[in-house]
């Protein structure tokens, strides 16, 4: 069985790493030309159950390199002024095991460098006769698989062709995303598990990501042939824009990163706060829309299928990538019955007769008899 892969986020790699473990052979395309190519987001918080499937893709020997490089907090939540005198303050919520995405991917990518493609864009795939998939990039090249599996996010080349009836939606709202060194004057901001500023128009979501340990020195110690990068703890903050002032996405904001657009919206806030924004990565610094699609309704069994954003596309927030590890190892598992002769491919006609739920379009192509 060969398994082609649209996508090298978070879930795609874990597809990839689980089948790699099972000896089925599993190849990564990715648009992007390199790992560091653009920004990819920061802190995500796994839970229990994304945790136990993480760790069933991840070769065990990678478990305590994971841990190492995980993060938690403590404490209550509040609810400060523009000026941070204290309005409220709120129980610590259970974010699960925190981690850093750009981490993570680092991991995730050990011992798959010759399985990944950098810059492969899909333009479109065909299901052929023998029931085989073919893949066609913008460079003219092809591929071939017995499966093809669209982790390729909120934007899916592969979801477009495969559902052109599902429409994204715009929320309205607008997202500023960043992060800062964790000095001591910017621990101070989040003395718990996380500050939320409440602006006049605008809200400011402030939480750190504290490393247990620096990320490479760890990856030194626990597994020296993996490389991660030199990701200090951080501050993440994140400023949500309504409606009302959409105009940040207009042309007078044109070439202009996240940290200029909040430092313009902040003049008067606390100094704390407008340092903090100032200290910021620029180069790691996100602005656009915060988009959505509604459920996707299951359909037709075929040797084509979708996992994370790319099935269930949501607004940011970490819960998507708990979906596309819970996506990505229960595929897993059923490709592995399928190469083990417990199950079968279902032929590329054959229609969905109730296997997969609405919230499991995954399961779909693998569904057991």
Not at 279 to 285: F, G, I, K, P
Not at 301 to 319: E, F, I, Q, Y
Not at 342 to 362: E, K, V
Request: glycine share 12%; hydrophobic share 40%; aromatic share 6%.
């Amino acid at each position: 069985m060969r398994v082609i892969v649209i996508g090298a986020g978070l879930g795609g790699l874990c597809l990839a790493q689980g089948l790699r473990q099972a000896g089925i052979e599993a190849e990564v395309y990715e648009r992007d030309g390199d790992v560091e190519a653009r920004f990819q987001g920061y802190r995500i918080g796994l839970g229990l159950p994304a945790m136990n499937t993480l760790k069933r893709c991840l070769p065990e020997r990678l478990h305590p390199l994971l841990m190492a490089v995980s993060g938690e907090l403590t404490g209550d939540g509040r609810v400060v002024d523009e000026q941070l005198n204290e309005k409220g303050r709120a129980p610590r919520q259970d974010e699960g095991v925190l981690f850093d995405r750009h981490v993570l991917r680092y991991l995730l990518l050990a011992g798959l460098r010759d399985r990944v493609h950098f810059g492969k864009k899909l333009d479109s795939y065909e299901e052929l006769g023998d029931g085989t998939v073919s893949a066609r990039f913008a460079d003219g090249t092809t591929t071939t698989g017995d499966v093809l599996v669209g982790a390729d996010g909120m934007g899916s080349t592969v979801r477009r062709q495969l559902l052109p009836s599902v429409e994204i939606l715009d929320t309205g709202v607008r997202g500023v995303i960043g992060r800062t060194p964790l000095t001591k004057r910017f621990e101070a901001l989040v003395p718990g598990w996380s500050t939320l500023v409440l602006g006049r128009d605008s809200r400011l979501f402030l939480g750190k990501m504290p490393f247990r340990r620096p990320p490479h020195l760890a990856a030194a110690e626990l597994a020296p042939d993996v490389f991660l990068p030199e990701t200090e703890s951080y501050l993440r903050w994140v400023m949500l824009l309504p409606p009302t002032r959409s105009n940040v996405m207009q042309a007078d904001y044109e070439g202009q990163d996240g940290v200029d657009v909040v430092l313009g919206l902040i003049e008067n806030w606390h100094p704390d706060l407008r340092e903090m924004v100032r200290q910021a990565d620029r180069r790691n610094s996100g602005l656009g829309p915060i988009r959505y699609a509604n459920p996707i309704e299951p359909w037709p069994t075929r040797a084509v299928t979708l996992l994370g954003d790319s099935a269930h596309p949501m607004p940011p927030g970490g819960l998507g990538a708990n979906l596309a590890f819970f996506d990505a190892a229960s595929l897993s598992a059923n490709l592995v019955d399928v190469q083990r002769g417990a199950s079968a491919l279902l032929p590329a006609r054959t229609t969905n007769d109730g296997c997969a739920s609405m919230h499991r379009p995954h399961m779909e192509p693998l569904c057991k008899p």
